[in-house]
């Protein structure tokens, strides 16, 4: 077999249940769908860190966080660190980024190794982009996801054709604030049901889960939704559509049902306005809209996935073209109250990570090896025929796409959350460990000197353990049960075992531990 094409497509922030080919049914991406459908669809890749920075780091390089040195949204890309596409590009690849980037502008982050690159700075707008292409500032207009999918295919149909190429498609969305393009304005208008989690009242659990700032019913701001208020509450008051006073607040979540007599809320896009009798109305309110306005964005990256998979076709070169679908972390959309990431719990966890490669994957496989993004950069190597260097930390997947899992894969899925109480969303660094059964989760609550976050004089330490198998919702934590105490010990081990082979230094000490659960 040649060298392969290689088509890296990511989406930011798109959650496997917001995709159809995953059997969640709540939105449908045909075009995503293809992908599986033509090749494989993976149940369980996972991602070492979840948040957006350090995300890209371990997939470029290969590495955990600790040693890439990006643990959190405050820590830029070193660009004079060897990464994939470099590697790629000294073995003949021609190698291309177009889109989101988000590991820091400036000399010393902007992107290296890339024949190519139009990225967006910082998280980039969703309309009318500044755009910073290779060094040089521009606005282009229209659509954000629409102008990312016409560079792609530009730069595909003007490539090398006589070079293999590597082309890292990243879509913006579907981030917050989730900005959809017009045209989809009426889709998904039917009633989207609660998740069967959303309820959660995070009792016997972690501090982290109660104290995290990420509920849709009360951390929505009036951008998240569409919204302004007006001047004045009473009836008969003039309101503005141009009130942005208050986008980045959070949408108030009124407890009294007396209080609710004068509330209301006016859609920013068309002056509508929306009373409500209740907290359950306006609880509901704020969950149907959140959804519609996510899986509004969700088709647009769908269908550019469609033109991107057309252009292969057009090309006459599908066959011989690894294409990827994934995102770079995943989203909580209403489980567990919650819309946003950052947590080891699994719908924030797990990555979609959907491929086709003909004569490699066999059509209509579903994989249920463990897979993390540090496996993404080795894989790619392996199959361009390049050594793959010693500093990786993660595994060619080769044999498992090619249906021959060896049995020294590898059963678990490591993850670290850096960022300490950070300010927007006073989530709670951790990390843990899972494997097909069983999830451990070590809330050590400190900074650990980690670039936006922030340290308390005390913080209660947390320890979790979930079955999966009995628990698929992660609602009861099972740790101090007696019961699992084996399962306690064995997952601590694994911890213990992965955290001593990547080099990343633990903070708890396990005997101590295991000491007072006796």
Known sequence: MSRPNILFIMSDDHAAQAISAYGYGINQTPNIDRIAENGARFDHCYVTNSICTPSRAAILTGTYNHVNGVTSLATGF???????????????????IVGKWHLHEGPQHCPTGFDFW???????????????????????????????????????????????????????????????????????????????????????????????????????????????????????????????????????????????????????????????????????????????????????????????LDTLDEEGITENTMVIYTSDQGFFLGEHGWFDKRFI?????????????????????TVNSMLSNVDFAPTWLDFAKA??????????????????????????????????????HNAYAHYGIRDHRYKLIYWYNEACDTPGSQSSDFQEKDWELFDTQEDPLELFNCFKDPKKRDAVERMMGLLDQKMAEIGDIPEHQTNYVLQKLS
């Open 387 to 424: 050594p793959i260097p010693s500093y990786m930390q993660g595994n060619s997947m080769r044999s498992v796409l090619e249906g021959n899992e060896p049995e020294s894969w590898q059963k678990t899925a490591y993850h670290r959350y850096w960022m300490n109480q950070d300010h927007n």
């Open 78 to 96: 070193n660009n004079r660190m060897p990464h994939v596409a470099k590697h790629l590009q000294n073995e003949g690849y021609q190698t291309a």
């Open 118 to 308: 139009s990225v967006l700075p910082g998280q980039g707008e969703y309309f009318d982009p500044n755009m910073i292409e290779n060094g040089s500032n521009i606005t282009e207009k229209g659509y954000t996801t629409d102008i990312i999918t016409h560079k792609t295919v530009d730069w595909i149909k003007n490539r090398n054709k006589n070079q293999p190429f590597f082309m890292m498609c990243h879509h913006k969305a579907p981030h917050r604030s989730w900005e959809y393009h017009p045209k989809n304005e009426d889709l998904y208008t039917d009633e989207i049901p609660y998740p069967d989690s959303f309820e959660d009242d995070y009792s016997d659990r972690a501090k982290a889960a109660k104290e995290a700032r990420m509920r849709v019913e009360s951390d929505m701001t009036y951008q998240d939704l569409d919204l302004v208020q007006p001047y004045y509450p009473s009836e008969g008051q003039r309101y503005s559509l141009s009130n942005r006073r208050t986008p980045h607040m959070m949408v108030p979540f009124p407890e009294s049902e007396d209080q609710y007599k004068n509330f209301k809320l006016i859609c920013s896009r068309t002056g509508e306005i929306f009373t409500f009798k209740n907290q359950e109305g306006l609880k509901k309110f704020k969950y149907q809209r959140y959804m519609q306005k996510y899986l509004r964005t969700v088709a647009s990256v769908d269908e550019s996935v469609g033109t991107l």
């Open 345 to 365: 719990y699994e719908e924030s966890f797990r990555m979609p990570f959907l491929i086709q490669f003909p004569g490699v994957v066999e059509p209509g496989t």
